[in-house]
T-cell receptor
Framework: SQQGEEDPQALSIQEGENATMNCSYK?????LQWYRQNSGRGLVHLIL?????REKHSGRLRVTLDTSKKSSSLLITASRAADTASYFC????????????FGTGTKLQVIP | DVKVTQSSRYLVKRTGEKVFLECVQD?????MFWYRQDPGLGLRLIYFSYDVKMKEKGDIPEGYSVSREKKERFSLILESASTNQTSMYLC???????????FGPGTRLLVL
């Protein structure tokens, strides 16, 4: 069953603008992760935020987590054409065993 | 750097054929995973393994089996390929727990 649902499904912005993607999930989690996938390739891990954290930064990435709303957002600042990719959130359920559930992804296009 | 390799990038098979997809990781990870990825459905877990010779069903195991005879190698087997198994197959590994998953480049399988 799908745990994470990303919003929007697709996003098109100009280079230099910020991109925000959202993820909602249904059950209590231990961690939430964001991954990136370039077209036709495997996924690459971007950032992990634990359930007791509210915000985390990594370079141009900023992730927030609101466990009361069961939602997270990924902000990419000053986007570049090379950021064009699909972005997925992944959650592991509290009490779950060593597996994560991926959402359906947001397809980001950054126009040069 | 962790490296996860998959035996083929592209594969074309006929209905009814037995298909082997192989995945190898070089970082002594305990856990390995097989996903399939379809447009609009995101990644769905087929099987995972947390130790040699151990396997657990994921969300969509029907029509698939797996083998893990050595720690570094996790094979996905389609006993009798069907057209609805046409998909992108992604292998991943993780050192354990709810941690970062390292993905292979994927195998795009077409069943005719």
């Amino acid at each position: 069953s799908q745990q994470g649902e990303e919003d929007p499904q697709a996003l098109s912005i100009q280079e230099g603008e910020n991109a925000t993607m959202n993820c909602s999930y249904k059950t209590s989690i231990n961690n939430l992760q964001w991954y990136r996938q370039n077209s036709g390739r495997g996924l690459v891990h971007l950032i992990l935020i634990r359930s007791n954290e509210r915000e985390k930064h990594s370079g141009r990435l900023r992730v927030t987590l609101d466990t009361s709303k069961k939602s997270s957002s990924l902000l990419i600042t000053a986007s570049r054409a090379a950021d064009t990719a699909s972005y997925f959130c992944a959650t592991d359920e509290s009490g779950g065993y060593q597996k994560v559930t991926f959402g359906t992804g947001t397809k980001l296009q950054v126009i040069p | 750097d962790v490296k996860v390799t998959q035996s083929s990038r592209y594969l074309v098979k006929r209905t009814g054929e037995k298909v082997f997809l192989e995945c190898v990781q070089d970082m002594d990870h305990e856990n390995m995973f097989w996903y399939r990825q379809d447009p609009g459905l995101g990644l769905r877990l087929i099987y995972f393994s947390y130790d040699v010779k151990m396997k657990e069903k994921g969300d969509i195991p029907e029509g698939y089996s797996v083998s893990r005879e050595k720690k570094e190698r996790f094979s996905l087997i389609l006993e009798s390929a069907s057209t609805n198994q046409t998909s992108m197959y992604l292998c991943a590994s993780t050192p354990g727990g709810y941690e970062t998953q390292y993905f292979g480049p994927g195998t795009r399988l077409l069943v005719l």
